[in-house]
């Protein structure tokens, strides 16, 4: 069976995980839906909507007529709010929401009520409930509904503390956890219960995101999962965030049932977290395998682009371009394996001084052209491209500018594959 799965909103961190996770499996077809703002949703996800803000009256209604239109089976929440706000409205919304149950998605909203729950299970951070309660600087202040490390300050220093109060009284006043901080990735099964649990280190963050993590062994964090599981119910994916204190104790920072973006560092591993969650909303049997090797990631900005371009026929240049010192360049196989996947003719174009066969049969690339024109170094390649819808890829800015010049045809060199990949799934 195939599952129409949409990502709402496609376009956060979350969503762009959800989308690597689920994009080349062969049971699920992708769709996304997201405010009409720019964002990144519509560069990954070949199907792509608008809907209104969850603070809109309409946007159910919106949301279901999408669901109806496409045939969706799953939506899968990837922001915060969206998640209480789909739990909250999952008997009017015309699809299973990939989520754990409306209580459990209520409590870890709110870190006073994560806290609360905690009290006597677990080393939660110690709290202040006003200005006078503070005896040592610095403490640590956050919203208590909040995410990305947006608006959380380290303050030094009563004024400091009285100005951020006066500016919002939703926050909450903890203690400084000046120690090492892990996020411990969990899966629990509503029947099997937790069939997965493992750490990572949050070695570098940007805007509350992990941007370096190491995967991290530690039986603390198999403890704590176990003790937050008889406390609340989870179905599929979650994640729960500790620090330690100046002592060394690890202490519950927050808890979320959902996917978070670093995932990956174990997803590449073996645990899918995002298919993992739409087998378990199925009652699909789970069994997880786990290759247990030391792993580290790193996150870094990703550059996609939009564009007009239209083509039917690629031209190829051989030597320092599909061959580049000496190798195969990987980046252009991939778009050339793109245009066959889309039907567009693909045609070698080079002036090679040696058997054309034998090389392209040494670097394994034979039977991938449409056709293979050898040329004379005298000749001009501009002379052998009729096609007003064509585009030429060469390292020779002379090749590409007569061509370019004759013809009027997009041209380009290496260091603009990019522009033409698709990723969209």
Not at 199 to 205: A, D, F, S
Request: net charge negative; proline share 3%; with cysteine.
């Amino acid at each position: 069976m195939k599952y129409n799965v949409l990502v709402f909103p496609g376009g956060t961190e979350i969503g762009l995980e959800i989308q690597k996770s689920l994009c080349q499996c062969k049971d699920i077809r992708l769709y996304s839906a997201g405010l009409d703002v720019p964002n990144h949703a519509p560069y990954v996800f070949a199907r792509h909507f608008f809907v209104p803000s969850i603070h809109d009256p309409s946007w159910i209604h919106s949301l279901n007529e999408i669901i109806t239109a496409q045939g969706i089976d799953h939506v899968f929440p990837a922001y915060d709010d969206v998640l209480v706000a789909l739990a909250e409205n999952a008997e009017r919304i015309k699809a299973r929401i990939v989520s754990s149950p409306l209580e459990t998605c209520l409590i870890t909203r709110s870190k006073s009520k994560t806290y609360h729950l905690l009290t006597g299970i677990l080393p939660t951070p110690e709290l202040h409930d006003d200005l006078d309660t503070i005896e040592q600087y610095p403490v640590f202040v956050k919203p208590d509904k909040g995410q990305g490390s947006q608006h959380t300050h380290i303050v030094y220093s009563r004024e400091h503390l009285a100005q951020l109060l006066q500016k919002n009284r939703e926050y909450i006043l903890m203690e400084y956890l000046p120690g090492e901080e892990y996020t411990v990735d969990c899966f629990s099964d509503r029947d099997a219960g937790l069939l997965f649990c493992g750490g990572r280190q949050r070695i570098r963050t940007r805007m509350g995101i992990s941007m370096n993590s190491r995967h991290v062994q530690n039986d603390v964090f198999v403890q704590y999962a176990n003790a937050i599981s008889k406390r609340l119910t989870f179905h599929g994916a979650w994640f729960f965030q500790v620090k330690t204190d100046r002592h060394g104790i690890y202490k519950v920072l927050e808890i979320a049932p959902r996917i978070a973006g670093t995932m990956a560092v174990h997803r590449v591993q073996g645990v899918n977290f995002a298919l993992l969650s739409i087998y378990e909303q199925e009652r699909i049997p789970i069994e997880i395998l786990v290759n247990r090797v030391d792993t580290e990631i790193d996150r870094a900005l990703v550059n996609r682009y939009k564009h007009e371009l239209r083509y039917s026929v690629a031209y190829i240049d051989l030597d320092d371009t599909l061959i580049l010192n000496g190798i195969v360049n990987v980046n252009l196989v991939r778009f050339l394996y793109q245009c066959i996947n889309k039907g567009i003719r693909i045609v070698l174009l080079t002036k090679h001084t040696t058997d054309i066969d034998r090389t392209l049969s040494k670097h394994r690339l034979t039977g991938i052209f449409d056709e293979i024109i050898h040329l004379a170094q005298s000749d001009t390649k501009a002379d052998c491209i009729h096609e007003s819808d064509a585009i030429l890829i060469d390292d020779s800015f002379g090749e590409r500018k007569a061509v370019n010049e004759k013809l009027g045809i997009l041209t380009f060199d290496c260091s603009m594959l990019e522009m033409l990949i698709d990723e969209r799934a």
